[in-house]
């Protein structure tokens, strides 16, 4: 009875440990006040000619999935990125910043055989999500208001109960 009562213990603990630590970290991203996101129009990694802007994911909601290529926890939670979305009626982007080449962007996203299109972000962007560490994300609703937000590794459940 005593091990049990420690384990439980341990676990809340754990749990609480687990959540103050994400409140910290993601202290100063934008607000899910149902606030608008910030404007963006990004090339497409495997078409630079072709852009893409916010506008053009009005009406669904959207995961915007702020990475780098040289980001280890990244490489671990984009696949779950990839897994939550499938099957259902939800859009997902990926934004590369801090990125050398488009080449090494090219590599990640191969190795990784994503699916989701990959935008080619910059400084500006980076700002303006406020993204100081990889992987970020964004949910945003219909009407491209951020409705949920998180910062280091995510697993599919998790990204697909916060864009519920």
Known sequence: MKLIRSTLINIVLAA??????SAFQERNLLKTDKSPAP????ALLNNIDNRVSIAELKGKTTVIYFFAPWCTVCKYSMPNLE????????N?????????STTQVEEFVSDLALTV???LGNDQTQ??????????????NEQLQ????????????G??????
């Open 117 to 119: 299109p990959i935008l």
């Open 83 to 90: 897994a939550a979305i499938k099957g259902r009626d939800i």
């Open 16 to 21: 609480i440990i687990f959540f103050l630590v």
């Open 146 to 157: 951020i409705s949920a937000r998180s910062m280091g590794y995510s697993s599919q459940l």
């Open 92 to 100: 997902a982007i990926g934004i590369a910043l801090d990125y050398k």
């Open 39 to 42: 404007y963006f129009s990004l």
């Open 127 to 140: 700002a303006n999500y406020k993204v100081s560490a990889f992987p970020t994300y964004y949910i945003i």
């Open 159 to 164: 990204i697909a109960i916060r864009a519920m």
